[in-house]
């Protein structure tokens, strides 16, 4: 509603849109109200109610809360009661008789575990006991394993042949019965054996026929590429550990620790040529290569 125009008068206000009012107006104005928004009734209510929650003053009668969320109804009486009876338990399942049968078994015994746990123990032990120690080769032998390196190449790492003879499986012990004559074939070498007209180095009745000088290539001599205690060294070696001959009288002249012939040789007292005349008992290796002799 609008007020467009006025006049005024003292004490008596007069307007065009109806009688005059009994106050009075200090000067004309122009009066108007602007377009209001009109506040829904719901609103107002819950504007009401939390203003009172907030102040503590109590709220209108006529106001209500305005719920948010429609309140869920309680579940009824028979269904709560329904909710609050437990489950029945599961009836327990028998046991097959392979678990009765184990439950009823007798446990093995604190003493008996015990014995149980100390069993790899005591089998290492044993194995320990009854594996024959490996011998380790000392003096000559152990000289001579490493003076065999470099015959290996020809002879086989195990003594087992190769562009050599073997020395394995008693091939030596049929080539050379005597040391001597392997000594004196390793001093010389096979050249030498042929220059001097020797067609056998070993002995002559050989089981399978004897060795001929070359037939097999050519065995270097090892005079003055090996001091003779090394020539002694390594022939021991192939005899006694390459090819397995048992030790004996011969062993203990020419390869043990307390060899005499071993400790002439390695104090340089005597050599293989005159080896003999220090001890007679021997045959001559001599200055010149000589046919092999036979076992016996």
Known sequence: MFVNSCKVTIGT??????????????RCARLSWFPVTEIPEHLLKRSQAAKSKAT?????ADSAPAASTPAVAAPSAPAAARAAVPAPAPEPVAD??????????KKIPSWAMLTLSILPVWAFMYLRAVTPAEVEAVGPLAAGAEVYNSCS???????EGGVGYAFTNGEIMKTFPHIEDQ?????FGSQMYQDAG???YGNPDREGGPHLTKARGVMPAQMGALTDVDILNVVCHERYTLGGMEEGDEFATWCSEDSEIHTALESGSSTLANLHEAFPEIMPIGNTPV???PAS
């Open 291 to 293: 046919p092999g002799s």
């Open 198 to 200: 020797v067609e056998i």
């Open 96 to 105: 097959i008789p392979v678990v009765v049968a184990y439950k009823q078994r």
């Open 153 to 159: 190449s020809c002879h086989g790492g195990g003594g």
């Open 183 to 187: 000594l004196r074939f390793v001093y």
């Open 56 to 60: 503590g003053a109590p709220a209108p």
């Open 13 to 26: 206000t007069v307007t065009d849109r109806g009688p005059a009012r009994d106050f009075p107006l200090g």
